[in-house]
């Protein structure tokens, strides 16, 4: 009888090594290249695959992987969102000035399984790098995913530093401090503050400047000028509606971004209120649609596009120079600027 002929091991692909081990294929791809990131035991079974299934990496893959060709991956969501815009826009100027690749893939499912199947994906289509917006930054940070993915990361603008990946970002404490500054030296002193909610870090950040101002000019916290929102116009409205309704309104309000800004002088508007005459708003961002709406808005410029491009330089650095990538987490902080427009006025008195 004729003997079934033998599976050709370049028909053998990763993910079914993957599949039979019962890891991702970024753990196989992690134990091929030696990285020493995936628990002995996990290792044995990847290698227990390999031999069962006959499996040999493509040499010419290889070989383009061993000569660290730079191919940056950047995940991202809401395109048409003035921060994430600015992001791509930094990355792709980063990609042509250092002459890499870069692979810019959506999302739309913001769950720790979705989110790791789309690198898992990136990383088999040849990427050996990562870009992570907010909030992916934080989320991979504080998951297994940090440990498992097993190629240099770089988060952007995460709000705050993150104990396993390096950023890029800007003082987030510090710059809403200064802005929260700004609005008591033209004479506020009942400011709301409208924080960002879920697992974004400037949550927190953002929220320590305003307080920290606030004690450092006598003025007591309170609680009720504090509403949470998503980061976009909708939600915002729902917050501005919420602070411009109260008993005693305040005097001012800053937003943790300026979509939320530009919904507080729209809520503002509506009710027939006066900007800045009845009530200042500010922003953060220096989004591009600061400038167009009515009043401009007062904002803290972050250079959203020079963190991108930063990040990039940072991520080819670590290809070329497989010995960075050993160092610990850092945070490359890159400077804000307050910008004063005509959404902002003085108090007399």
């Known amino acids: 009888m004729a003997r079934a002929p033998r599976r050709s091991s370049q028909a053998v692909t990763m993910a079914m090594v993957a599949e039979r081990a019962g890891v991702s294929t970024m753990t196989v791809s992690n134990v091929i290249n030696g990285r020493q990131t995936t628990a002995e035991?996990?290792?044995?079974?990847?290698?227990?695959?390999i031999r069962a299934l006959g499996y040999r990496p493509n040499a010419a893959a290889q070989a383009l992987a061993s000569a660290i060709q730079p191919h940056i991956g950047l995940?991202?969501?809401?395109?048409?969102?003035?921060?994430?815009?600015?992001?791509?826009?930094?990355?792709?100027?980063?990609?042509?000035?250092f002459r890499v690749q870069l692979t810019a893939q959506p999302f739309e499912r913001r769950e720790l399984s979705s989110i790791g199947e789309h690198i898992d994906q990136m990383i088999r289509d040849g990427i050996n790098a990562l870009l992570l917006p907010p909030p992916l930054g934080e989320v991979i940070n504080d998951s297994a995913l940090a440990q498992q993915i097993g190629i240099p990361m770089i988060a952007l603008a995460p709000g705050d530093t993150?104990?396993?990946?390096?950023?890029?970002r800007i003082d987030d404490v510090s710059a809403a401090h200064e802005m929260t500054r700004h609005l008591i030296a033209m004479g506020h002193r009942r400011i709301g503050f409208i924080r960002a909610n879920g697992t974004n870090l400037i949550r927190h950040t953002r929220h320590r400047g305003y307080c920290a101002a606030l004690e450092e000019a006598g003025i007591p916290y309170d609680p009720a000028l504090v509403v949470d929102s998503?980061?976009?116009?909708?939600?915002?409205?729902?917050?501005?509606?919420?602070?411009?309704?109260?008993?005693?309104r305040p005097s001012?309000?800053?937003?943790?971004?300026?979509?939320?800004?530009?919904?507080?002088?729209?809520?503002?508007h509506r009710m027939g209120l006066s900007v800045p005459g009845d009530v200042s708003v500010c922003?953060?961002?220096?989004?591009?649609?600061?400038?167009?709406?009515w009043p401009e808005l007062?904002?803290?410029?972050?250079?959203?596009?020079?963190?991108?491009?930063?990040?990039?330089?940072?991520?080819?650095?670590?290809?070329?120079?497989?010995?960075?990538?050993?160092?610990?987490?850092?945070?490359?902080?890159?400077?804000?600027?307050?910008i004063q427009r005509e959404s902002v006025g003085r108090i007399e008195g």
């Open 41 to 49: 035991p996990t290792r044995q079974l990847v290698l227990e695959a």
């Open 283 to 293: 922003g953060f961002d220096d989004d591009p649609l600061a400038v167009k709406i």
């Open 298 to 338: 007062t904002t803290m410029h972050q250079p959203i596009a020079q963190i991108a491009e930063r990040g990039m330089a940072e991520l080819v650095q670590r290809l070329r120079d497989p010995g960075k990538e050993a160092e610990q987490p850092k945070a490359i902080y890159l400077p804000y600027t307050l």
């Open 162 to 168: 993150l104990s396993r990946i390096s950023s890029v």
């Open 252 to 268: 001012a309000i800053l937003s943790s971004n300026d979509e939320m800004a530009a919904a507080t002088i729209s809520v503002a």
């Open 75 to 97: 995940l991202y969501h809401n395109a048409q969102n003035g921060f994430v815009s600015a992001l791509l826009i930094g990355a792709l100027s980063g990609a042509s000035k």
């Open 230 to 248: 998503a980061l976009n116009y909708e939600t915002g409205m729902t917050a501005a509606t919420m602070l411009l309704t109260l008993p005693r």
